[in-house]
T-cell receptor, first 113, second 116 residues
Framework: DGGITQSPKYLFRKEGQNVTLSCEQN?????MYWYRQDPGQGLRLIYY???????QKGDIAEGYSVSREKKESFPLTVTSAQKNPTAFYLC????????????FGEGSRLTVL | GNSVTQMEGPVTLSEEAFLTINCTYT??????LFWYVQYPGEGLQLLLK?????DKGSNKGFEATYRKETTSFHLEKGSVQVSDSAVYFC???????????????FGKGTKLSVKP
């Protein structure tokens, strides 16, 4: 079945460590997105990519980095510069263009100890 | 700028009750509007959408009408079930955002709990 796979589902990290969250899609979508979800704050956009080898900062990119070397993969690195990294991270994808449906992965919950 | 405002939850209803979750938006131009649902421990799923004024989106007994005059997209269901317990997000498409086109702005979410 086509879909988006995020891993790991749960991740614990010590302060000062970088961690990378994986996102893979087999929907042949061009655009991919990373959102952060905090209780009572909805979803906020971290980074997005419309095409391979290109990506753009979203609303809260500080302390995060991404790469888009392959169409199906869009990993997110949470760096030690991110001041409050404990959150639920959601990856999504869609076809390029106006409107359209975002397809989401099941999320990765990162806890910094 | 563009924004989405949802009624705050949590909303607790008995099974078969009528549901309304309010959503209003501020946007330039004419965005598309969406409702997404998130079940516990999962990602979001598209519930319904409307792409222009007066359009009605519907799915699984849920409905929402794109009201341009009141800038609203309220979610309704005539008879809720326990299985509808989830968090519901209203969203609008953000066009020409750094060239992304189709990027979404989400409301803060409304948690619905349905009791048997």
């Amino acid at each position: 079945d086509g879909g988006i796979t995020q891993s790991p589902k749960y991740l614990f990290r010590k302060e000062g460590q970088n961690v990378t969250l994986s996102c893979e899609q087999n929907l042949n979508h061009d655009a991919m997105y990373w959102y952060r979800q905090d209780p009572g704050q909805g979803l906020r956009l971290i980074y997005y990519s419309q095409i391979v080898n290109d990506f753009q900062k979203g609303d809260i990119a500080e302390g995060y980095s991404v790469s888009r070397e392959k169409k199906e993969s869009f990993p997110l690195t949470v760096t030690s510069a991110q001041k409050n990294p404990t959150a639920f991270y959601l990856c999504a994808s869609k076809q390029r263009g106006l409107g359209g449906e975002l397809f989401f992965g099941e999320g990765s919950r990162l806890t910094v100890l | 700028g563009n924004s989405v405002t949802q009624m705050e939850g949590p909303v607790t209803l008995s099974e078969e009750a009528f549901l309304t979750i309010n959503c209003t938006y501020t946007a330039t131009g004419y965005p598309s509007l969406f409702w997404y649902v998130q079940y516990p421990g999962e990602g979001l799923q598209l519930l319904l959408k409307a792409t222009k004024a007066d359009d009605k989106g519907s799915n699984k007994g849920f409905e929402a009408t794109y009201r341009k005059e009141t800038t609203s997209f309220h979610l309704e269901k005539g008879s809720v079930q326990v299985s509808d317990s989830a968090v519901y997000f209203c969203a609008l498409s953000r066009r020409n955002y750094g060239g992304s086109q189709g990027n979404l702005i989400f409301g803060k979410g409304t948690k619905l709990s349905v009791k048997p």
